[in-house]
C-alpha cells in the first residue's frame, strides 16, 4: 500500500545503511519540515502573525500521536506533510496566483498518492475545491488552462504506476486491501 516509501527503504538497503535508523530519522525530518508548513500556512495564508503562527505548530509538535509516529519508522508523517504541503501550495496558488504553485502542489499530491493510496482521495478533494473556485473566479480559461497543465504532473506518473501495478499484480487495488476484505462482495 505504500510503494513510494518501499522504493526509498529498497534504496536504503541497497546502500548498507540501517533501514532502522534511516526511516525514524527521515520519520523526525518530515515531522519537522510539516511543523514549518503549519508555521508557514498560519503566517502567509491566514495572514496571522508571527508568535500566533507558532501556537497551531506548538500544539502539533506535542500532540503524542504525531510524536509517536515520527519516530515509528512508517510512512505516516511523510504522508501527512506531502497531504498537507500540497494543500498549502494549492492556497498558495489562489492567494498568489503563480502556476508554479499549482503544479507543486499537485506533485506533492502525487508523491502522496504513491506514498498511500488514500492520495487519491486527496487529490479529488483538491481538484473539487479548485473547481469550486474556478466556478467563482473571473478569469476562469486561464484558470482551466492551467489547472489541466497542472493535472498531468498528478494524472500522467499515477496512471503509470497503476498500469505498472496492475499488470504486475493482476489487482486494481493494494494487495493488502484483498487480504484484510477477502475482496469480494459477500466479504
Given amino acids: 500500500t505504500n510503494f513510494l516509501w518501499i522504493l526509498i527503504s529498497a534504496g536504503i538497503l541497497y546502500t548498507g545503511f540501517s533501514l532502522l535508523i534511516f526511516s525514524q530519522i527521515t520519520g ?3 515531522s519537522i519540515i510539516l511543523l514549518i508548513y503549519v508555521y508557514l500556512f498560519c503566517k502567509k ?3 496571522f502573525d508571527k508568535y500566533a503562527s507558532i501556537l ?5 509538535a506535542f500532540s503524542g500521536p504525531f510524536a509517536t509516529w515520527a519516530t515509528s519508522g512508517m510512512e505516516t508523517n511523510l504522508f501527512t506533510l506531502l497531504v498537507f504541503g500540497s494543500f498549502y501550495y494549492l492556497a498558495s496558488y489562489w492567494k498568489f496566483q503563480k502556476n508554479k504553485l499549482l503544479v507543486f502542489s499537485l506533485l506533492l499530491n502525487m508523491l502522496a498518492t504513491l506514498t498511500r493510496p488514500e492520495g487519491f482521495g486527496i487529490f479529488v478533494i483538491l481538484i473539487v475545491f479548485h473547481l469550486y473556485k474556478l466556478y467563482k473566479a473571473k ?4 484558470l482551466r488552462t492551467s489547472l489541466m497543465f497542472a493535472s498531468l504532473f498528478y494524472i500522467v506518473p499515477i496512471l503509470i504506476y497503476f498500469i505498472w501495478r496492475f499488470t504486475y499484480f493482476g489487482y486494481l487495488l493494494p494487495l493488502t486491501f484483498y487480504a484484510k476484505t477477502g475482496g469480494t462482495f459477500y466479504q
Fill in 28 to 30: 523526525i525530518f518530515a
Fill in 45 to 47: 495564508i491566514l495572514g
Fill in 56 to 60: 497551531p505548530s506548538l500544539f502539533l
Fill in 139 to 142: 478569469n476562469t480559461k486561464a
